[in-house]
């Protein structure tokens, strides 16, 4: 059984930092590509980013390019998301989830991944 967990989520202020982490088990983490995606209330999961297998390659959604980072190390089993620059906009609980299927490229549809983490609150107060 694949299991996800998030941590670092958390309130901050309009142009504070922030980190998540999501570690991985229960699946040859190093095989298959992750993504970050959101949900604000009200509003419909959006894509954040994604990186494949080997961390060589990275995707974005148009509103977080130039400000968020994904990165994984897979001797920890762990991808994370760096957040710089937040907006209030970015308010929403973060997913992580795992690609169905190794070693091919990921993209920004929530249905190519098969496990998810429980989500985690972020919260950028103005």
């Known amino acids: 059984q694949v299991q996800l967990v998030e941590s670092g989520g958390g309130l901050v202020q309009a142009g504070d930092s922030l980190r998540l982490s999501c570690e991985v088990s229960?699946?040859?983490?190093?095989?298959?590509?992750m993504g970050w995606f959101r949900q604000a209330p009200g509003k419909e999961r959006e894509f954040v980013a994604a990186?494949?297998?080997?961390?060589?390659?990275?995707y974005y959604g148009d509103s977080v390019r130039g400000r968020f980072t994904i990165s994984r190390d897979n001797a920890k089993n762990t991808v994370y998301l760096q957040m710089n620059s937040l907006k209030v906009e970015d308010t929403a609980v973060y997913y992580c989830?795992?690609?169905?299927?190794?070693?091919?490229?990921?993209?920004?549809?929530?249905?190519?991944?098969?496990?998810w983490g429980q989500g985690t609150q972020v919260t950028v107060s103005s």
């Open positions: 989830a795992s690609h169905g299927r190794p070693w091919l490229i990921p993209s920004g549809k929530s249905a190519e991944y098969d496990s």
């Open positions: 229960g699946r040859t983490f190093s095989r298959y590509a």
């Open positions: 990186i494949i297998w080997s961390g060589r390659n990275a």
